[in-house]
């Protein structure tokens, strides 16, 4: 047993050492991104909540307010429309971004002639250039010289003080859904025709055999086997919906970048009151409400994750 | 027995038929694109009749709009930053993840965490107080700063844990076994099987940083560090009526990003498939 002993502590120091290495060589692997990471995400982040409860313009000395902030945004009317807008524009495009990927899917999931080529079309507006893609949509609905207007002058017969100016008033955000709808739409679609992968064949067999018409599958086998998709899809929809900025400015900021109260989003609100106003506290306000809004949405998506796993 | 038939080729009609209204609708802005950027100003809009290929078409438009902005600069800026951030990304993130998904280590599941964590908290939600901080470290207008915005996401190693975790761990054991370092693993073995993964990640990371137009707006000032998105925007701004050349412009903007795009996207649907759903 004597003899045991140093061994054993020998022993002992060598498994050490060995998971002494081990971990370094882990973390060897992790440095570089978690190092980025930690920096540019982490450390921001954590500034980004202390900041809400601040009042700074980026050169004074900072002053803590309490929430202060926050009680200022209730009455504030540029952001009760900005987040009135963000909502409204997120309930339009979800469900119609739904309705038109799925339907992609179901006609791109069957045997048809093409079918690689159209998947692919169907990326084109996601991975286009918003500039690009943006520009010719203002230029589609153009209020006096766009071929959409000019149908309705022409076919429809619209007088031309009748003509509609797309980018202006309640119609604009009418715009910025359809906008969204056709870009993300295929990108949506690849996610739908992956879920339809997972629904078994034999179900489909099944129900022919029992007589099932073509809607009565789709009803019953399809839609409940797509349900996890549909409800991944209508998160990730959702949250990428109230991030919404880019497409709002480009369609309906005209040359200035400017966003009137018809058309603002959280997101402009965010960056107009940091980088116009140099409100940094206030902005970060609004950041906050942001953050709770898809904080919210991704704890919907944590419970129904965990709902469908134990299906 | 014929009305079953006749309703199969009704249905098969409709759906020929939906097929079509979809392809104009998602081709038709693209076309009218092409077909102006070769067009003068005033033809653009000219409905009566209206002409997709102008009968003198106006190749000048892709020549004047290198010299009216500096075209090229914005060429060079956003190809520069697109190489690096994607580079980096796809980099730094499978090396990441390999450890996540491969090796035990102490912290792992806290340090994993961390990545987690983050996945609800949207970029504009810190994006201000990431820009003073920038500022502080002197970043502020310079091409860098894009670099370390973009280039260490978290999308990155999930989405290539994501990937590792579905190699059997035994591929990495009998390599072990073999004397064969981690790093060689993670080079020889995971590396060229996670290619679906790479690609996905690449047409990710390479869109993002192409077409990004808030972080260029936020950080880059001066007219020398401008992107093409921000100097097509600055463009359009400033000439709104020139529409020949504003859509030469787009047309030029698009094509790297198709290129990239068709090369990769066999992977590209298996990866978003893949990730999305296990996601």
């Not at chain 2, 000219?46 to 914005?74: G, L």
Request: proline letters at 4%; hydrophobic letters at 50%; glycine letters at 6%.
């Amino acid at each position: 047993m004597a003899a045991g002993k140093p061994d054993k502590s020998e022993l002992d120091k060598g498994r050490k050492k060995r998971a002494f290495k081990k971990n370094l060589v882990a973390y060897s692997f992790i440095a570089p991104n978690f190092i980025g990471f930690a920096v540019f995400t982490l450390v921001p982040i954590t500034f980004a909540f202390l900041l809400a409860f601040l009042e700074w313009d980026g050169n004074n000395p900072v002053k803590f307010v309490g929430l202060e902030n926050f009680k200022a945004l209730v009455k504030d009317k540029f952001f009760i429309a900005s987040l009135k807008n963000t909502i409204i524009y997120s309930i339009g495009t979800v469900p119609l971004t739904l309705v038109s990927s799925l339907g992609l899917a179901l006609i791109l999931n069957r045997e048809i002639k093409g079918r690689a080529f159209f998947r692919t079309l169907g990326f084109f507006p996601y991975v286009a250039s918003l500039v690009a893609v943006t520009s010719v949509w203002t230029m589609f609905f153009h209020s006096s010289k766009g071929p959409v207007n000019a149908v309705l002058y022409y076919v429809f017969r619209v007088p031309k003080e009748n003509l509609p100016n797309w980018f202006t008033g309640s119609l604009v955000l009418l715009m910025l859904i359809l906008f969204s709808v056709w870009r993300f739409m295929g990108y949506y679609m690849v996610m739908f025709l992956a879920g339809l992968q997972t629904i078994p064949r034999e179900l489909y067999e099944a129900g022919t055999i029992d007589g099932a018409n073509a809607w009565q599958r789709f009803r019953f086998i399809t839609l409940p086997g797509l349900r996890p998709t549909t409800f991944l899809v209508s998160v990730m929809l959702t949250i990428n919906c109230f991030k919404i900025y880019d497409i709002a400015v480009m369609l309906a900021g005209g040359s200035t970048n400017t966003l009137s109260v018809s058309s603002m989003v959280l997101v402009y609100y965010i960056y107009q009151n940091a980088f116009n106003f140099w409100k940094l506290g206030y902005s970060s306000a609004v950041a906050m409400v942001l953050f709770v809004l898809v904080l919210a949405v991704t704890l919907i998506q944590f419970k129904g994750q965990s709902k469908y796993a134990n299906e | 027995m014929n009305s079953v038939k006749a309703m199969r080729i009704l249905s098969k009609s409709i759906l020929y038929l939906l097929l079509a209204i979809m392809t104009v609708l998602m081709i038709l802005p693209f076309l009218w694109m092409l077909s102006s950027s070769v067009k003068l100003d005033r033809e653009v809009f000219n409905m009566n009749p209206f002409v997709w290929i102008p009968e003198k078409p106006r190749w000048q438009n892709y020549v004047d709009i290198w010299t009216k902005v500096p075209f090229f600069k914005y060429v060079q800026n956003t190809v520069f930053l697109t190489i690096v951030v994607t580079c980096l990304q796809i980099l730094t993130s499978s090396f990441a993840a390999y450890a996540f998904a491969k090796l035990d280590f102490k912290f792992k599941d806290r340090l994993f965490f961390a990545y987690i964590a983050t996945i609800a908290m949207p970029w504009q939600v810190y994006m201000v107080p990431q820009f003073l901080m920038m500022r502080s470290f002197g970043l502020n207008d310079r091409l860098l700063a894009i670099i370390c915005l973009q280039a260490f996401s978290a999308f990155g190693v999930f989405l290539m844990r994501q990937f590792y975790l579905s190699i059997p761990d035994s591929l990495c054991e009998a390599a072990r076994i073999d004397g064969m370092s981690e790093y060689g693993i993670y080079a020889r073995i995971m590396l060229p099987l996670s290619k679906p993964a790479i690609a996905t990640l690449t047409i990710f990371t390479f869109v993002a940083t192409w077409n990004d137009y808030l972080g260029p707006l936020i950080y880059l000032k001066s007219q020398d560090k401008k992107t093409i998105q921000l100097g097509l925007k600055m463009f359009i701004n400033q000439y709104s009526s020139e529409y020949g050349l504003i859509m030469a412009g787009s047309v030029m903007s698009l094509i790297p990003v198709i290129i990239v795009f068709l090369c990769l996207q066999k992977y590209f649907v298996e990866g978003i498939a893949s990730t999305g759903i296990k996601g």
